[in-house]
């Protein structure tokens, strides 16, 4: 996809780290104008040098934002068209996981900020982004495999996921109006810091297809398909939460369990 967003502004959320930081890495080798947007300024300033030292044909730029907060979202946005003029891309995937407290532990403070940050923090973006998306522009969401089926490990997170995809469906008409797209992706595991593992490098492009069947992905395989989901090719996915999750979901029972006493 060698240049497949030359001349477009693309907005990427969570973009400090894990699969927000490999998007906006391939963003910006793609041409676009890249903002990096985080809660951790530090951390989207350390992606936004990366890309300038890699030779990036486009400058990218670091906007710290607070997704749960909807007057940042709102700035930040109105941050990005003060200084590029225009929206083309929005991938709203900034998320938290916590410590995956069951329902045994978890706690309403707990249920509240895993939706508050993950549903409410989405929400925010997409009412931020939807009066300024370019005709002809996306917006990817990162909701979860816990979005499509349950996750007793972690049940808030998994409502909270379950509700982003709802939302996606909910805003296709209003972006429609703006000639533009909206989607969910769905991925299964992925190795983060948000579960406790080290960012990565970018994948050789040889690497990328070797994942084991059911295996952890890497945050470059859940970046590729945001950017194909928000490029000219995907321009017939609209409304999907599309699932990429090395076929965990795949069957009803990968594990036989024992039934009966
Ligand atoms: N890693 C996985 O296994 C996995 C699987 C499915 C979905 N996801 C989702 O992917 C997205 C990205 O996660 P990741 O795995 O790259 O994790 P990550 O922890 O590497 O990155 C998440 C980023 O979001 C930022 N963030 C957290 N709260 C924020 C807030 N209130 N405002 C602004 N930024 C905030 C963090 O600072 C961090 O940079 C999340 O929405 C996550 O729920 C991850």
């Known amino acids: 996809m060698a240049g497949t967003f030359t001349g477009k502004v693309a907005l990427v959320?969570?973009?400090?780290?894990?699969?927000?930081?490999?998007?906006?890495?391939?963003?910006?080798?793609?041409?676009?104008?890249?903002?990096?947007?985080?809660?951790?300024?530090?951390?989207?300033?350390?992606?936004?040098?990366?890309?300038?030292?890699?030779?990036?044909?486009?400058?990218?730029?670091?906007?710290?934002?607070?997704?749960?907060?909807?007057?940042?979202?709102?700035?930040?946005?109105?941050?990005?068209?003060?200084?590029?003029?225009?929206?083309?891309?929005?991938?709203?995937?900034?998320?938290?996981?916590?410590?995956?407290?069951?329902?045994?532990?978890?706690?309403?403070?707990?249920?509240?900020?895993?939706?508050?940050?993950?549903?409410?923090?989405?929400?925010?973006?997409?009412?931020?982004?939807?009066?300024?998306?370019?005709?002809?522009?996306?917006?990817?969401?990162?909701?979860?495999?816990?979005?499509?089926?349950?996750?007793?490990?972690?049940?808030?997170?998994?409502?909270?996921?379950?509700?982003?995809?709802?939302l996606v469906k909910s805003c296709v008409d209003a972006f429609a109006a703006r000639g533009a797209r909206i989607n969910a992706i769905c991925p299964g595991g992925v190795e983060t810091p948000l579960i406790g593992a080290p960012d990565v490098a970018i994948v050789p492009s040889a690497d990328l297809p070797r994942v084991p069947n059911r295996g952890m992905g890497r945050a470059q395989h859940v970046a590729e398909v945001a950017l194909w989901l928000a490029s000219p090719a995907a321009g017939f996915v609209n409304g999907q939460a599309q699932i990429l999750d090395a076929a965990l979901l795949s069957t009803f029972a990968p594990v036989m369990l024992p039934v009966g006493p």
């Not at 963003?27 to 990366?50: H, M, T, Y």
């Open 13 to 166: 959320t969570g973009g400090a780290s894990g699969i927000g930081r490999a998007a906006a890495i391939r963003l910006a080798q793609e041409g676009a104008r890249v903002f990096v947007a985080d809660l951790n300024l530090a951390g989207a300033e350390a992606v936004v040098a990366e890309i300038a030292a890699a030779g990036a044909v486009a400058p990218a730029s670091a906007v710290q934002v607070d997704v749960v907060d909807h007057a940042g979202n709102q700035a930040m946005v109105a941050a990005v068209i003060a200084a590029a003029g225009r929206l083309d891309v929005a991938f709203l995937n900034a998320g938290y996981y916590g410590a995956a407290e069951g329902l045994d532990s978890i706690d309403e403070e707990l249920f509240d900020r895993l939706i508050a940050i993950n549903l409410k923090g989405t929400f925010n973006g997409i009412k931020a982004v939807q009066p300024v998306i370019a005709d002809g522009g996306a917006v990817v969401v990162t909701a979860s495999a816990a979005g499509v089926v349950g996750h007793p490990g972690n049940p808030a997170y998994s409502a909270a996921k379950h509700g982003i995809v709802g």
